[in-house]
Structures are given as C-alpha cells and as structure tokens.
C-alpha cells in the first residue's frame, strides 16, 4: 500500500513515558516517519499521568516526531478522563481530512491493560475504526490467558486487536515464509523423511538489567518460550508456503503447527538460573529460571519423530537468536546443517563438505552464506513493521488469541511441575555457552 493510500491515523500511546515506549515505539515511529512511510494525515497523541513536556518525552525525536505529537495528561484510572479523552480524539478527528482510525498502543504493564480496555469500551471509544495494539504477555498461564481473551472480546472482536510479538516482525523471521515456500531445494525436503531434528535457540548476553520485579514475576519460560520460541516453531514447521502467497493465511498456517505440538515430557526439561541472579533480585530463595531447554515433538504425520529443541538463556557468552535444520545423514562425516540466523548478522548459512585444492583427497569444511549486511543497507526494526501493519489493518505478523491460547496449552504441563516442586532448578556460571547450559541434566 502506497504512502497516500493509508488512512489518516490518530496513534494514542497509553504510558508514553515508559521505557518501552521510549526505547523502541518513538525511535521506530521516527524511523518510519524519515521514510516517509505514514499516513499523510496522522497524529500522535500520548497518554501520561505526569505533566510533561513534548520535549521532555520525544528527546532526541521531538525534531522527526514533533510537529504531529501533543500529550494528553489523564490518570488511567479514573473512568472519567475517558469521556473527556473521547472528546479530545474528536477535535482531533475534525482536524483531519477524512474518518481517521484510532490505533489504542497500551504500552503500560500488563496488570493495567485489562482495566484500560474496559475503560475504553465502557466510553464508547471500541467502535469499528478503534485498533488495540497489544504488547506481551498475554497472560500468565492458559487460564489466565482464556479470561484476558474473555473479557478484552466483551469490547473489541478480535478483527481490532494486534497482539505484538516482535520476533515475527524481524525481516529474517518473515524471510523463512519466502526461503521455504520459493525454493523447491527446501521446500520438497521440509519434512521427518530428511530432517533429523531441528534446534531452536536465543542466547542473550545481558543479564536481567536491573529488571528485578518484572524477571521475577515472568522468567525465560513466559519471556521467550512462550512467546517468541514457540512462533519460530509454528513459522518453522507449518506447511511451506508457495512462492506466490497471500500473507493473510500466516495465522492460520501458524495455528495448524501449534495445535500439533506439544512438550515431550519423557526428555529432561532444564531449568536453570545463573550464579548471582538471587542477590541481584534480593531473594535469597528464588526460584524463577533464567534459562530454559525444553523437546518438542509434533502430532503432524510431517514431522512425527523429529525433535525440536527450543532453548533460551540470559548471561551466557554471546548474543545469538538462529534456527538450526538438521538433516539426516548415513555417514557421520556428513554435512548436514542448515541454519537461519535471526540476530545478529542475519542471513542463511549451509554447511558443506568441500575437497581442498591440491594433489591429495582431503575434505574441509565450508560454509554457504547469504548475508543480509552484504546486500542490503539497512533492515528496518520490528517497531517500524508492527506499526505499519497496524495502520495498514494487517494482521499476518501479530499472534491471534488462538495462537496464545495454543502456546499456553503447550507449556501448561512444566508450569503444573513447576508449580509444585522446584528442586530440579540448576544452576550456570555466567559467560557459559548455551550448550554447556544444556548438558547440566
């Protein structure tokens, strides 16, 4: 859709102020904005409870951003600041040539999204041209999840709700659509019959940041699992796409792999924490794990018998998101890898067996690489896609309530273990490699 062809746009950022806002929504949208790639009507209106400035709150963007942000100082939670915020909108849609949709970005922790969603729908402000864009978590577990989805459906059906997931959004994450649907070299392989199993993997090499009371209410399981890892694996193994293709089925496509998946109890399942994670929550006892590795395996007669490996972990020795394809082989010195690298230097990479140059039969070791930084200047942020398909009304890159419902369902049985006995929680030297994490059960 051409820049002149998206409708005029009133983005209204609930908690502006926020870190999250103030570290990826603000530079993505100024990014969008250098390109030239919004609405040429648009506005952006941020919430706060504190009387702040525009200045203040756009910092090094109020240059790119300034001219169309205004602030709107209002406590979440009283139900009378909605009327008037409705009011405010209204001014503002008059203002505009056109109908502008409402895009609602509820970037405030989750215990507030619940009750700002009501407050919306309760002021009449969920009509057909209201948009909710949603950050994770969606819940805490599947029941959780069932009455968040419950009750944010009793204001706004599900065609106006944007569930973020930013992994999806990442141009080498849609790129797997493409490198599997429009090569006939992977696509007629991608299956048990020559994959042997798949690893799927996020390093991090930060620790928790100072974020003591935010990690000790999620963990890796909520944080990454389940979220992040089990999309990779539904973008991995559902079926592959053609070359030309309506991106509107991804949901659907995704959901298919879900629903055949589930957590294969009969392999360990680690859970790990690094060494100095208790001092620096200040909990002597906890036991939330900052590492997690955990098998899957798939219902689907597609992949029956591959095991999938999702694995995540903060503190270790690199920062690395990639998914790794390994084929099946009949002798041991075969190359048989393929790997899909997410982040950082995102690309292809195939592991070959090639005959060093020279007058003896000796065999090394080679990749087959495609870079993106070779080819491409720049790759736009996962920000910068998800507020566009949000102003666009595209939905193929946000996780529907049935996605979230399926990956809780999927993690439900290590949440009911762990839930009632912690004592296989390990423990991991900070700087480790996600592999030696991996081989303390």
Request: glycine content about 6%.
């Amino acid at each position: 859709m051409d820049r002149e062809e998206l409708p005029p746009t009133i983005l209204v950022v609930f908690g502006i102020t926020g870190d999250l806002s103030q570290r990826y929504l603000l530079p993505a949208l100024a990014e969008v904005c250098k390109s030239a790639n919004l609405p040429k009507d648009f506005k952006v209106l941020g919430v706060s409870r504190r009387d702040v400035s525009v200045a203040d709150v756009l910092g090094g963007n109020k240059k790119t951003l300034g001219k169309f942000t205004e602030l709107f100082q209002m406590s979440l939670d009283d139900a009378g600041g909605y009327s008037v915020l409705k009011k405010k909108l209204s001014i503002i849609s008059r203002q505009m040539d056109g109908r502008p949709q409402v895009i609602f970005y509820l970037s405030v922790p989750p215990a507030a999204v619940l009750p700002i969603v009501r407050h919306l729908g309760q002021a009449g402000l969920n009509h057909a041209r209201h948009k909710l864009l949603l950050e994770k978590p969606f819940g805490f577990d599947l029941e959780s999840a069932r009455e968040l989805i419950a009750q944010t459906a009793k204001y706004f059906p599900e065609n106006q709700i944007y569930r973020i997931d930013h992994y999806l959004a990442k141009e080498m994450v849609q790129n797997i659509v493409t490198f599997l649907g429009s090569n006939a070299l992977f696509r007629d392989v991608w299956s048990s019959r020559f994959i042997e199993k798949i690893d799927i993997i996020v390093a991090e090499k930060i620790d928790i940041e100072g974020r003591a009371l935010f990690y000790e209410s999620t963990g890796a399981l909520r944080d990454i699992i389940q979220s992040h890892l089990l999309q990779l694996a539904a973008l991995t193994l559902m079926e592959p796409c053609t070359g030309v293709f309506d991106y509107a089925e991804l949901p659907g496509r995704r959901l298919i792999a879900l629903n055949a998946l589930k957590v294969d109890m009969e392999e360990p399942v680690i859970r790990a924490q690094y060494e100095d994670y208790r001092r620096e929550v200040k909990n002597p006892d906890s036991a939330t794990e900052t590492f997690v590795g955990l098998t899957l395996e798939s219902e689907d007669p597609r992949w029956q018998g591959v095991p999938i490996l999702l694995a995540s972990g903060k503190n270790l020795n690199d920062k690395l998101t990639e998914i790794r394809v390994y084929f099946k082989k009949k002798e041991n010195s075969e190359a048989n890898r393929l790997a899909l690298r997410i982040q950082p230097k995102e690309g292809i990479e195939l592991d070959l067996w090639v005959k060093e140059p020279g007058y003896e039969r000796r065999l090394q070791q080679k990749h087959l690489a495609f870079n993106y930084e070779q080819h491409y200047e720049r790759l736009p942020d996962a920000y910068e896609r998800v507020l566009l398909d949000a102003i666009r009304g595209s939905q193929s890159l946000f996780a529907s309530s049935g996605e979230v419902l399926e990956s809780w369902r999927i993690l439900e049985p290590i949440q009911q273990k762990w839930s009632m006995d912690n004592r296989d929680l390990q423990f991991y030297q900070p700087g480790r490699t996600i592999e030696e994490v991996l081989k303390l059960v």
